[in-house]
Each structure stands twice: as structure tokens, then as C-alpha cells.
């Protein structure tokens, strides 16, 4: 009973280190290129800009690392690309203007 209770209890943890996210502040080359979409090129860039400073959020990121987008940024996110442990979230649209009053 108490062998089952702990293999249970390694397997949860198994599962939750997997599912973790991937911070772009901590993760190795290895990490990053493990993600659908980023090769060498694109981690040695994030890597380069991260040795100047770590990412302070995903706009960051963007304005810092040449290569990457809104596009990417929402596809890596949810793969489990985050900064700051924080997963991207896509601006809002910004509102229609209002026609003209005559």
C-alpha cells in the first residue's frame, strides 16, 4: 500500500515538473529550442538579449528579440513559453472610432 502511495505521489510530481512552463528568463538553449517553432537561430538571439538583462514581460521580449511576434509569442505561450512565469496574453483590439456627428 505504501509502494503504491509513493509511486503515485513521484508520478504527480513527474507531471507537474512537465507540465511546468518554460520561463524565458531561466530556460537553457536546450529548453528553448524544445519548443515547436524556435531553433538554434531564434534561442541564440533570446539567449544574447537575456545576458544584457533578463525580460521584464512579454513586450520585452518582442521589442528586444528580432524574430519574434505577436504570432510567435502566442503560439510559444501555449506551448508553455513564459516570462516571468507569465503566459503572453493578446492585446485588445482597440475600439472602432466613432463616425463623425454632422
Same mark, same amino acid.
Given at each position: 500500500?505504501?509502494?503504491?502511495? &509513493?509511486? &503515485?505521489?513521484? +508520478?504527480?510530481?513527474? *507531471? =507537474?515538473?512537465?507540465?511546468?512552463?518554460?520561463?524565458?528568463?531561466? *530556460?537553457?538553449?536546450?529548453?528553448?529550442?524544445?519548443?515547436?517553432?524556435?531553433?538554434?537561430?531564434?534561442?541564440?538571439?533570446?539567449?544574447? #538579449?537575456? /545576458?544584457? *538583462?533578463?525580460?521584464?514581460?512579454?513586450?520585452?521580449?518582442?521589442?528586444?528579440?528580432?524574430?519574434?511576434?505577436?504570432?510567435?509569442?502566442? /503560439? &510559444?505561450?501555449?506551448?508553455?513559453? =513564459?516570462?516571468? #512565469?507569465?503566459?503572453?496574453?493578446? !492585446?485588445? +483590439? +482597440? !475600439?472602432?472610432? #466613432? !463616425? +463623425? /456627428?454632422?
Amino acid at each position: 500500500m505504501m509502494l503504491k502511495i &509513493f509511486l &503515485f505521489l513521484i +508520478a504527480m510530481l513527474y *507531471a =507537474t515538473v512537465c507540465l511546468a512552463g518554460t520561463d524565458v528568463n531561466k *530556460a537553457t538553449a536546450a529548453d528553448l529550442d524544445s519548443i515547436k517553432g524556435i531553433g538554434p537561430a531564434l534561442s541564440g538571439k533570446i539567449l544574447d #538579449e537575456r /545576458k544584457k *538583462a533578463n525580460f521584464k514581460d512579454w513586450n520585452d521580449l518582442l521589442a528586444r528579440v528580432k524574430g519574434m511576434g505577436q504570432k510567435n509569442a502566442v /503560439k &510559444f505561450s501555449a506551448q508553455g513559453l =513564459t516570462v516571468n #512565469e507569465l503566459a503572453y496574453k493578446e !492585446p485588445l +483590439a +482597440a !475600439p472602432l472610432a #466613432e !463616425p +463623425a /456627428k454632422k
